[in-house]
């Protein structure tokens, strides 16, 4: 049995599996309509989400199958001290498979210890993201046709931002990525993605404070939310949250095929007169994600693929 709690938990063979699977589910949803028929998936939201959440469930009642779960820890047995470990044991009666988020780092990595169904990690705290990765891979794939040869500039809050963490890990292994991480000195990317990801695997990579003057270099943009709800202090919230802000005049320094990406919940981040920009993809990559779920999904429950 599979699980999905780090991006590299998929071989890049594998990654390319999943992608050319949820690029035919993109193209021929009818065929998959019925390949879940009969099978459940749990959704144990233990923080706020409205994409990840919505998407896995909208990707089972695509395949025919139905969901079930939690939104939030307060409406869960969390909140009577059930142990995350407890939880699953019981989830692995009801479901085929699961989604968990949760505030803490390795939490659905204790799950999966105990559970006897698929786990997909989706979300700890400030630390990985992987379905998240699949999507912007796939958004990424779809929009360059590659996800080789290009600069990544990735803007905001690195710190904190575990989509940030996710995709840089599962970048490094394509040939001649290179990545400009923007951010303000409070909120550079953690050293363990500094050291063991980017400096382990030799990649180029530059962290400045400025995105005017990374503009011009970058074929994809990737925009993220200062993540408020894990800072200690609100005041440092308050001073940091608008450190970016893209909108049409800093699009005129970027390359014609430039393309932006968030993972969203956008905040201030991005003003919306960004948004009727061609080369602004954040909500195509929210429809990707529902046919990497898709894909995910089957591929985790090892469903054949219909002819
Ligand atoms: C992200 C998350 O939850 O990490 N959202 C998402 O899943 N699409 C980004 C964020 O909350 O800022």
């Given at each position: ?133 699949l999507?912007d891979l796939m958004?990424i794939h ?5 996800l ?160």
């Amino acid at each position: 049995m599979r699980h999905l709690l780090n991006p590299l938990d998929f071989s890049v063979e594998e990654i390319d599996q999943l992608l050319n699977l949820a690029t035919d589910i993109e193209h021929n949803p009818k065929k998959y309509a019925h390949v879940c028929d009969g099978k459940k998936i749990a959704t144990l939201f233990y923080e706020p989400s409205t994409r990840t959440r919505l998407s896995f469930e909208a990707a089972m009642l695509n395949l025919g199958g139905s969901v079930l779960g939690f939104s939030s820890a307060s409406s869960s047995s969390a909140a009577k001290g059930e142990s995350v470990a407890d939880t699953i044991r019981m989830v692995s009666c009801y479901a085929d498979i699961c989604a968990m988020r949760h505030p803490k780092e390795g939490a659905p990595l204790v799950a999966s210890m105990h559970s006897s169904i698929p786990v997909i990690n989706a979300g700890d705290g400030g630390h990985q993201h992987p379905s998240q990765t699949l999507t912007d891979l796939m958004t990424i794939h779809s929009l360059l046709g590659r996800l080789s040869g290009m600069t990544v500039g990735l803007c905001g809050d690195l710190k904190f931002g575990r989509t940030v963490h996710s995709l840089i890990s599962a970048l490094v292994r394509y040939p001649d990525v290179k990545f400009v991480l923007i951010s303000p000195p409070e909120l550079r990317i953690p050293e363990y993605i500094r050291e063991d990801v980017l400096r382990a695997n030799n990649i180029e990579f530059k962290e400045v404070g400025n995105l005017d003057e990374a503009m011009p270099e970058l074929d994809i943009l990737y925009m993220t939310r200062v993540q408020k709800e894990r800072f200690f202090n609100e005041d440092d919230y308050i001073r940091l949250k608008d450190c970016y802000i893209l909108n049409k005049e800093k699009m005129k320094l970027a390359k014609e095929k430039m393309f932006v990406l968030h993972p969203l919940p956008r905040v201030n981040e991005i003003s919306v007169e960004v948004d009727d920009d061609p080369r602004a993809a954040y909500f195509r990559q929210v429809q990707y994600g529902v046919y990497v779920r898709m894909a995910l999904i089957m591929t985790l429950l090892e469903v054949e693929k219909p002819c």
